[in-house]
């Protein structure tokens, strides 16, 4: 097996003015894809982060790949030095993908097997202004309201909210408004560090019998660790431990409880196992984390979520946030039942990639050329006087 054409190709797709701490996503999302074809005709796809600086670290690893054999991985990995963990998973993930497709198995099994069939996912609920597809919603009133559309539509029993939005008190009673609405439900709150320590013991303390764990309410290793002796809820990081040299300073500092599996972020799909490993032996759980993305990475998560034993929290997507006309499925987007979606079971990645919709969503990207990710511009453009202030409350 050898790789004889390497393709990147950025795309763009539309996304909602969901709100976060920093700010509202723009109007399209961006993505790097990455197609691999072999000698004999096979075609493997990874997906990446958008943007300039990916794209070009996937344009400069190119020449090195070509002719490699795709089911080397470590050698690909020596031959990638110096790689952004970014740039690397995605050739990861097409390399998987296209020897998967080649020996006829699926991407789980090369990663060494299934322990579960299915994947629990949670329903990830943002604040956002509207648009041509939703309504405004800014309270707790409009957020329980979307939440039954979500819960009626795919069934989730675990609900998160993108906070660090709001005053934190009216995040508390969304929480609460949540909890009255879905009382079984599992519910987390990330506010993406953008509370003080205070308001983080305040949230904390008020939500410490609602909440499945708190993610990042502080920022830190240091602010994480001092919140942690201050409050009972677990806290979960994928911003303060993001590397695995970050490991040994969070576990003296007794800092987190969970961290989030990402393999764009972590260097793959294989290094995102290394760290499932490690943390089962430190005592740390695991969840997924998740950012704007397409099928192929929700196939890789999925192909990931379902080989690791000690994943015992839903994993997050913003899949459910994906136009069905900008999926890039021949057959449409994967499903979400009950909560869970299937892990898919056809050879590679278990998807089939309908060219012609990758050529549209990469006509888009020619029309709206993102070079990198802005939600403070994007949000300044509402709003004059705002400004990315950090700790907001």
Request: contains cysteine; glycine residues 8%.
């Amino acid at each position: 097996m050898k790789i004889t054409n390497i393709d990147i190709i950025p795309v763009a797709f539309k996304e909602p003015p969901l709100r976060n701490s920093t700010g509202v996503h723009e109007e399209y999302a961006v993505r790097n894809l990455v197609k691999l074809t072999s000698e004999c005709g096979a075609v493997g796809y990874g997906e990446t982060l958008g943007g300039t600086e990916v794209y070009s670290g996937l344009e400069h690893f190119k020449k090195v790949l070509l002719g490699q054999d795709p089911a080397n991985i470590e050698r690909a990995k020596l031959l990638m030095h110096g790689a952004a963990p970014n740039v690397f998973s995605a050739y990861e993930v097409a390399m998987l993908d296209l020897t998967g497709k080649i020996l006829g198995i699926s991407v789980s099994e090369l990663l060494g097997g299934r322990v579960r069939d299915e994947v629990t996912v949670s329903g990830y609920l943002f604040y956002h202004y509207a648009d041509e597809n939703y309504n405004e919603n800014l309270s707790t009133e409009s957020m329980v309201k979307e939440a039954k559309y979500w819960f009626d539509k795919h069934g989730f029993t675990t609900l998160k909210v993108k906070g660090g939005v709001l005053e934190p008190a009216e995040e508390i009673e969304t929480i609460r408004g949540l909890r009255a609405a879905f009382p079984e439900a599992k519910l987390r709150l990330d506010p993406n560090q953008i509370w003080s320590l205070t308001t983080a013991v305040q949230v904390g303390r008020a939500l410490a019998d609602d909440l499945e764990y708190l993610e990042d309410p502080v920022n830190g290793i240091e602010g994480m660790a001092r919140l942690r002796q201050l409050i009972r809820l677990p806290l979960a990081t994928n911003m303060c431990v993001t590397e695995f040299d970050h490991i040994p300073a969070s576990v003296r500092a007794n800092a987190v409880d969970v961290i989030l599996l990402d393999h764009h972020h972590w260097g793959g799909l294989w290094a995102s196992k290394h760290l499932a490993v490690i943390c089962n032996t430190l005592g740390l759980d695991v969840s997924m984390h998740s950012n704007s993305h397409l099928d192929i990475s929700m196939a890789a998560m999925l192909h990931l979520a379902a080989t690791i034993p000690n994943l015992i929290y839903a994993s997050d997507t913003h899949y459910i946030w994906v136009n069905e006309s900008d999926s890039l499925l021949s057959t449409g987007k994967l499903q979400i039942k009950d909560g869970k979606m299937d892990v898919p079971t056809s050879p590679g990645l278990g998807i089939d990639i309908d060219g012609e919709k990758v050529a549209t969503l990469h006509a888009n990207f020619e029309q709206h050329p993102i070079e990198s990710r802005d939600d403070i511009t994007e949000m300044r453009q509402r709003n004059c006087s705002w400004l990315p202030i950090k700790p907001r409350w």
